[in-house]
């Protein structure tokens, strides 16, 4: 099978565990990588001896670059993809696809009428632990789902020592950024992307969201700095509901918990793909029924490799990318389809704009399902 040649735009804190999951994928080649900032570009180049070009056209008329992952700050993402669209290659880019919904329809629409792939980060649905999640909602092995709580708190980063963290190619983690942009759009995808897999679209985001630390970061005015805190309601046409927490306040819980009829589903960390997924059915104690304290461990549907990637997340954040090029390779369709990421896009911005679009917010969007990977069937 031949090659698919990928460039990098953008050689930040990110680009490292791209990097380094990349090679994990035999069909996809690393060609040539870019940032605007020349120094960070020469740094990842020299530290992954891989080509650095001096500008995105040069970039863009390299005809080995069949796919670009778009690696930016979220505010550059828009205006990226739609250059890289326009010149013929595929995008796949780091979320959000786009700061608003207008921007990130724009995209689809480019990419369809181009006939060109574009999926957006993250890509958990196709790892391990998801997949043995869905694979057991699918096997109904809690009866009928009612109910869902995720919590995506990261704990109280701006009282961590965030300014030492660094990635292995030497790029400071962006706070500014990070603190700017806001939780709930960097964090809040890795659950809606898994719910929406796993329970189809979204109708209404019910959600409130609030700066509860405004003085976090001395480079920003608060009224710069995006909510640390949000908790949405996200009704889905399928009758379920699920209740999904994002913050940087209170301290770390990654977990999820799917409540049906007969016990609650559930995992520790999203941000591993081999984090353990458990059962408890529910039981009859003393005239009341309550999850059997005695968890049950459902079997993975396969062990995840184990990557170099020094971060806390345990990710392969290579595994979308190669998802577009086995669908190119295999003439199928993308499970990361352009409509799935429009969708989960719309849900975020519903969550991070909440103050200002009011609730309930109806969704617009929707998307054809989801294959379950090979591998999980
Ligand atoms: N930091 C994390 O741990 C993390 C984890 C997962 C996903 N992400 C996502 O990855 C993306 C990038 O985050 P990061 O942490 O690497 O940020 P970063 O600031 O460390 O790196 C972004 C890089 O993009 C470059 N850039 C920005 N606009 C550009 C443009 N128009 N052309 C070329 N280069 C441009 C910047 O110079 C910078 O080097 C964000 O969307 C973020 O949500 C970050």
Not at 182 to 203: D, K, N, R, S
Request: hydrophobic share 40%.
């Amino acid at each position: 099978m031949s090659r698919v040649g990928v460039a990098f735009v953008g050689c930040g804190y990110v680009a490292d565990f791209y990097a380094r999951t990349i090679s994990a994928h035999p069909g996809l080649e690393l060609v040539g990588v870019f940032d605007r900032d020349a120094g960070r570009a020469e740094r990842f180049s020299a530290h992954f001896d891989v080509p650095a070009y001096a500008s995105l056209d040069e970039l863009l008329v390299d005809g080995r670059v069949a796919l670009v992952a778009n690696l930016t700050n979220p505010e550059s993402h828009f205006d990226v993809s739609r250059r890289v669209l326009e010149s013929g290659r595929h995008v796949y880019s780091e979320k959000p696809l786009a700061m608003d919904v207008a921007h990130a329809e724009e995209l689809v629409d480019l990419s369809r009428d181009r006939g060109l792939l574009l999926a957006s980060a993250p890509c958990s649905i196709l790892g391990e632990t998801a997949q043995t999640l869905w694979k057991a909602l699918r096997e109904k092995r809690i009866g009928k789902v009612r109910l869902v709580y995720a919590e995506m708190d990261d704990g109280m980063v701006h009282r961590m020592p965030h300014q030492r963290w660094m990635s292995e190619s030497g790029t400071p983690w962006p706070s500014h950024d990070e603190f700017a942009v806001g939780c709930t759009l960097e964090h809040a995808g890795y659950y809606v992307t898994w719910l929406t897999a796993f329970f189809g679209p979204a109708e209404s985001v019910t959600a409130f969201a609030s700066c509860q630390v405004p003085d976090k970061a001395e480079d920003l005015p608060p009224e710069s700095v995006a909510p640390d805190f949000s908790v949405a309601a996200i009704r889905f046409v399928s009758g379920v509901v699920a209740r999904l927490t994002c913050s940087i306040v209170a301290p770390q819980d990654h977990s999820l918990r799917i409540v049906g009829d007969e016990g609650v589903l559930g995992t520790e960390d999203c941000w591993y793909y081999g984090s353990p997924v458990h059962i408890q059915r529910f039981v009859t104690i003393r005239r009341r029924t309550v999850p059997n304290p005695l968890k049950k461990r459902v079997r993975l549907v396969r062990r995840p490799p184990r990557y170099q990637v020094r971060a806390s997340a345990q990710m392969d954040f290579s595994r979308g990318i190669a998802e577009m090029a086995n669908a190119l390779a295999e003439e199928r369709p993308c499970r990361l389809s352009r409509e799935y990421s429009l969708h989960n896009t719309e849900v975020v911005l519903a969550i991070q704009n909440a103050p200002r679009l009011g609730t309930p917010y109806r969704v617009r969007s929707t998307f054809p399902p989801m294959e379950p990977m090979p591998w999980a069937r």
